[in-house]
């Protein structure tokens, strides 16, 4: 089975574990941007559509340009692959057991886990656990650095589409992970908990502009 990493926020891998974050929006790095056209969501391939090898191919997400025909599928994977999750961890020590005689049965790696303070033991080959033993405990280590031995969630893929950011629907921000107030409001991420809105879309926006603003893919953008 086809897996891809996936970076993931502090704030959004506690809505995964919490169960409150089905949905995750990326932005398309856009090849050009010929102004005599505009890009599209479309789908490839499907009915007819068959591989050299005669096998059919399946029908995947994608966006075109209407003016060069440029099509390009989803570059995060389709139905079905899995997605293990990056984030901010830090190796807090290395350890053995053993048999009788002294023979390593087990070689393991204490990870803690930034987003909610977790942890857990997971088993590492030779190879990992002597690259660990050569260096000690740097503190948090960014998630884009988290190899897949480390990672402790899996998502399976179940459905991709290619949209305008702003034609997220209510439901749909919800499923995004947004977060509640202590009175019950949707969040807008303001360092004041009594800001906030009864408009998921909204708290998605301020949400998405807090991650994406500085970078120029802001929600007035609408990538």
């Given at each position: 089975?086809?897996?891809?990493?996936?970076?993931?926020?502090?704030?959004?891998?506690?809505?995964?574990?919490?169960?409150?974050?089905?949905?995750?929006?990326?932005?398309?790095?856009?090849?050009?941007?010929?102004p005599?056209?505009?890009?599209?969501?479309?789908?490839?391939g499907?009915?007819?559509?068959?591989?050299?090898?005669?096998?059919?191919?399946?029908?995947?997400?994608?966006?075109?340009?209407?003016?060069?025909?440029?099509?390009?599928?989803c570059?995060?994977?389709?139905?079905?692959?899995?997605?293990?999750?990056?984030?901010?961890h830090?190796?807090?020590?290395?350890?053995?057991?053993?048999?009788?005689?002294?023979?390593?049965?087990?070689?393991?790696?204490?990870?803690?886990?930034?987003?909610?303070?977790?942890?857990?033991?997971?088993?590492?080959?030779?190879?990992?656990?002597?690259?660990?033993?050569?260096?000690?405990?740097?503190?948090?280590?960014?998630?884009?650095?988290?190899?897949?031995?480390?990672?402790?969630?899996?998502?399976?893929?179940?459905g991709?589409?290619?949209?305008?950011?702003?034609?997220?629907?209510?439901?749909?921000?919800?499923?995004?992970?947004?977060?509640?107030?202590?009175?019950?409001?949707?969040?807008?991420?303001?360092?004041?908990?009594?800001d906030?809105?009864?408009?998921?879309?909204?708290?998605?926006?301020?949400?998405?502009?807090?991650l994406?603003?500085?970078?120029?893919?802001?929600?007035?953008?609408?990538?």
């Amino acid at each position: 089975m086809t897996e891809h990493p996936i970076l993931f926020s502090g704030p959004m891998v506690r809505a995964i574990l919490e169960g409150r974050k089905t949905q995750t929006r990326r932005i398309i790095k856009l090849p050009h941007n010929n102004p005599l056209g505009a890009w599209e969501p479309t789908t490839a391939g499907g009915g007819s559509v068959r591989y050299v090898g005669g096998t059919p191919a399946p029908e995947l997400a994608a966006i075109w340009h209407t003016r060069t025909g440029d099509c390009y599928v989803c570059p995060h994977g389709d139905v079905g692959n899995r997605l293990w999750v990056r984030e901010t961890h830090e190796v807090r020590r290395i350890g053995t057991e053993t048999f009788e005689g002294g023979r390593p049965a087990r070689r393991y790696a204490g990870i803690a886990y930034q987003a909610d303070d977790g942890r857990a033991e997971v088993d590492s080959d030779l190879n990992t656990f002597q690259a660990l033993d050569a260096k000690e405990s740097r503190g948090w280590i960014p998630s884009i650095h988290m190899p897949r031995w480390a990672s402790r969630i899996t998502l399976e893929i179940t459905g991709v589409r290619a949209e305008r950011l702003q034609s997220i629907t209510e439901a749909n921000a919800i499923a995004e992970g947004i977060d509640r107030t202590a009175a019950g409001l949707w969040s807008t991420y303001r360092q004041s908990d009594a800001d906030g809105t009864y408009s998921p879309r909204l708290s998605y926006q301020f949400l998405w502009d807090g991650l994406n603003a500085a970078r120029g893919h802001g929600w007035d953008a609408n990538p």
